[in-house]
């Protein structure tokens, strides 16, 4: 991203609505680059995808119908080595990034002839996301534990996971050790501007006011009421995952799949369901079953494993399942952030959006394709793939 000369000691202070991982990784590149972050986030109960998620750190498959989202997915795996590196000097903590590739897993030839043809369709869009078809004995030779029931699947040697509940809490510590203030139980429910003390200035639901030069909603779920007052279209809406994790088991699984994945601690995560529950983030026996059923017949050696939690978490989604990252028009210095893969995407929001939130760098031409107004055009239908 271009830097701009635009930076002034007023225009340093910046609050951000939102404290999951885009508000936290925003606001740890906002503060490296030298702005006065506020974090206002809601309290323990709130709806937070950052605290439910599944932990892939992946590019494959995803972008089929927007190729600079598939860039800048590529450009966020480049940056991610660099970036936790960099976290656990700071704070000591360990993000968990393991990047050995990735092998997505299906169960019947049309749905992998039907994966390659769609793979291939990504990179036909100019886009260079390296990816390998594989059977079932070809795949034996990495995952030598997978059943019968998986008949091929498809390879990315970018892939990988880490510990999102980790990368959250990185990010948290090297907030405070920025100097940034994060205040917790804060609900904001108006954003008010060209206020006499303070460009914007936060509204809370017990008439608590938080004053900025500079303004971010990533609010998650919480951006598709917040966002108009910016004059930003932002419809985000939650389809719920329910994620299983077992007990710890000896390492067996050396890669992340698309249907579950072996943690650096030795537990399997199992998941995600995907599912139009409106904001009812609870779990369902039926659910449960199916991913287990799932994941047994992917590793049947998981029959044997004990189950030790199950959850559910809401994705705030947009209609397309791509971001919305945008400056306001009517209110510059107020921006709108809403993403998927805040895993996959962290180092980029904290090293390039971190920066552009601040004013340091110019918005990039490809965020033309980010602007919440493209789900305003009637002639277009939005599928986000889930
Ligand atoms: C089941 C599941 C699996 C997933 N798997 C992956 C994966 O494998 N890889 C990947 O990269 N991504 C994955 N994701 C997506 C990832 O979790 C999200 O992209 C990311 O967590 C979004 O972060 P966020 O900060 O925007 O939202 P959230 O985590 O939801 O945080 C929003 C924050 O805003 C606060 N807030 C909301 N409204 C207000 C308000 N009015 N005032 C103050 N604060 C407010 C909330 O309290 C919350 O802390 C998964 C998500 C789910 C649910």
Redesign the pocket.
């Known amino acids: 991203m271009q830097r701009t000369d635009m930076y002034t000691h007023r225009e340093k202070r910046l609050t951000i ?7 936290a990784a925003i606001g740890y590149g906002a503060a490296k680059a030298g702005a006065e972050v506020t974090i ?3 309290g323990d109960n ?13 590019v494959h498959g995803k972008g089929t119908t927007m190729p600079p989202y598939v860039d800048w997915t590529l450009q966020g795996l480049r940056l991610w080595p660099e970036f936790q590196e960099e976290l656990l000097n700071r704070t000591g903590v360990d993000s968990g990034l393991e990047n050995p590739g990735g092998f997505w897993l299906g169960f019947s030839e049309a749905e992998v002839e039907k994966r390659a043809t769609a793979l291939e369709g990504i990179n036909k869009n100019g886009t260079k996301v390296p990816f390998e078809i594989l059977d079932r004995s070809d795949l034996r030779n990495y995952l030598p534990g997978i059943g019968d029931a998986v008949v091929g699947g498809s390879f990315c040697p970018l892939d990988g996971h880490a510990n ?1 509940l980790m990368l959250l809490r990185a990010l948290h510590m090297g907030l405070n050790q920025l100097g940034a203030r994060v205040v917790n139980g ?4 108006d954003i008010q501007h060209d206020a006499p003390d303070g460009r914007f200035v936060a509204v809370a639901d017990d008439g608590t006011r938080w004053s900025g030069d500079r303004i971010v909603l ?5 951006n598709a009421s ?1 966002a108009s007052h910016l004059d930003i279209h932002a419809p985000v809406l939650p389809t719920r ?1 329910q ?1 299983l994790i077992t007990e710890r088991l000896q390492p067996f699984l050396h890669y992340p799949t698309n249907k579950c994945r072996q943690t650096k601690e030795g537990s399997v995560q199992l ?2 369901t995907a599912e139009d529950t409106g904001v009812d983030d609870g779990t369902t026996s039926d659910k449960i079953e199916w991913l287990v059923r799932r994941g047994v017949e992917t590793f049947p050696a998981l029959a044997d494993a004990k189950l030790v939690r199950a959850w559910g ?4 989604l947009t209609p397309d399942g791509y971001p919305i990252y945008q400056e306001s028009e009517r209110f510059p210095g107020g921006y709108v952030v ?8 962290a180092a980029s929001h904290a090293e390039l959006l971190g920066p552009w939130v601040s004013g340091l760098t110019q918005t990039p031409p490809e965020f033309t394709s980010f602007r919440g107004e493209r789900f305003l055009d009637t002639d277009s239908s939005f599928s986000n793939g889930y």
């Open positions: 609505v939102g404290g999951g991982l885009l508000g206002l986030d809601q709130a709806l937070r995808a950052s605290r439910g998620n599944f932990g892939l750190v992946w999102p804060v609900t904001v429910t990533a609010a998650g779920l919480g917040l995952g994620v998941g995600s978490a809401l994705r705030p809403s993403s998927h893969s805040g895993v996959t995407l």
